[in-house]
């Protein structure tokens, strides 16, 4: 599936599974943001919290940890397609929160960014209303508008 569906489809999906295995694709591929849409834009709440259950008895039925895996993402994506997040026969979600190595610090710390873009944004794009002294606007006899201040003068920018 090409980078731009499964863009389009991380934006739409509402499985947290299939969700979880779309970012774990994208970032695979190096892709980590997407116009307004990021990676850990709506899974990064995840991180650190105990979601499903793991015996701390328990030995990994299977020999391979994150080290084995070129990227976060890659151990990610093996943990999901190993019963994962549910299932963790590898060992590697031994905190229970769905995100498999260091998968979970890598979107947290990508959702905390981008929030932080878009704060910025948002906040250099305000412009504060300009102050009126007067909420009525007048019509002069030739067309031009004003309002009245507080002193009782013509203001011909307020309007």
Known sequence: MSSSLL??????????????LIEAELGTRGQTVSGTDYLGRRTSSAYGKSLYAREAT????S????SD???AAAAQAYFLSNGG???DP???DRD?????????VQINKLALKQRAIATATRASSYRAPRPSSSSRCYVGPRGGTY?????????????
């Open 85 to 87: 997040p549910t299932r």
């Open 96 to 104: 229970g929160d769905g995100l498999a190595c260091e998968w979970g």
């Open 90 to 92: 590898a060992g590697l």
């Open 63 to 66: 020999d391979r940890d994150c």
């Open 7 to 20: 863009w389009s489809k991380h934006y739409t999906v509402s499985d947290p599974r299939e969700l979880a």
């Open 58 to 61: 328990a030995q990994p039925s």
């Open 147 to 159: 309002t009245i201040t507080a002193s009782g003068n013509k203001n011909y920018g307020g309007c």
């Open 69 to 71: 895996f070129s990227s």
